[in-house]
């Protein structure tokens, strides 16, 4: 079940970003006391109780014609157009503005679902102000201090009112994948040039969603869906002009796939946003390749490949475990080598260790390598256990989880690949105190 999406929206400096942060639990906007500084949007993933939604962070949209003030106002505007609902941030502490109503009429044509959140609610002036806001003519109204992070919890259970709980999916066997990336590098190609293969059978009952369209097929007798990130709600070239909002189509995708494959040109290389797309495709968990498409058009292929297998993992060291193909959608070369990976990795995300031989190998590790004392305290470990998979994931009791730094816990991930078959797969430590709960 793909997430919802919720956008949040208002004038410049009315503490969107603020807002975001805490909603997400994460300080992930640039906060500053200039209006205008999110210019682009950003987006997150909020986890309260049993619902999990994305959230969008949108710079503020306010009068104007220059160019700078039309980009940040036709990017708010693509997402009300992907928002399931939209939370429109008031500032209470300067009241009701004409940029206000001007949010008003984009919100009221959208026909969206429509929060009014009265930020600020900590100032002295918010009480002079509180009620212009209901001039607004909508019909919910929440008041909020993001700084304060006052009444954040209210937003919150007005937010999912109409959500349904997010449910973990009966696995089938059917390995669902998807092609992430940003425009243009040949993620639509890819997708026929793989349903094209000749030993692939494609489904006739093709599923669809409102985001994405869901292709099964079975390959060497074996069920696949393949998730097309192609469709598109509104069609246009404004859409593909603004590079991000693939960003958000991959977020939709990602959810909802066991393994991702993020495309990269060939001719192109790798850039910011490719690293963005796949950092989301790392904090959901999921198996990843990385393909590099487009491949005919490269000379010198072989000492070519080995360059770029450098840069590849030079610039995604974060998912340095992921495998590397190299194809092309246009010849099918090497098209044929993507469906192996993919089986594998899926593989590898639903391991299942024993304890007897995990703890075994942390054991082992931590003999061969003690972690650094501090404060003449030394972390000990006592005992490992794997309690999921997708990704597979690994509690650690500890004497005290505070003296794990980043690099031992590094240490220790390592080991774990040395030792189990985890390529392509992230995998998850909880160090835990002795005698902690699992919550």
Known sequence: MAKKTVALVGRPNVGKSTLFNRLIGKRLAIIEDTPGVTRDRLYGTVNYQDYS?????????ESGENDFKKDIKMQAMLAIDEADKVIFVVDGKEGITSDDFLVRDILIKSQKPVIVAINKMDTKEYRNHQYDFYELGFDKYVSVSGEQNTETLTLLEAIIEDMKPS???VNDGTIHFSFIGRPNVGKSSLVNALLNEERVIVSSQAGTTRDSVDLPF?????PYVVIDTAGMRKKGRIYEKIEKYSLLRSMQAIDRSDVCILVIDAKEGIIEHDKHIASYALEAGKGIIIAVNKWDLIENKDEEMKKMKEWIRSEFSFISYAPIVFLSALTKKRIHTLIPEIEKVYENSNIEIKTSVLNDVIEEAYRLNLPPSYKDKRLKIYFANQVSTMPPTFNI?????????FSYQRYLENKLRENFELEGTPIVLQFKNKGERNL
């Open 53 to 61: 939604f994305h959230l969008i962070d949108t710079g503020g949209i």
């Open 167 to 169: 449910k973990l999916e």
């Open 218 to 222: 079975t390959y060497h007798n074996k």
């Open 397 to 405: 009791q500890v004497n005290s989880k505070g003296l794990v730094h």
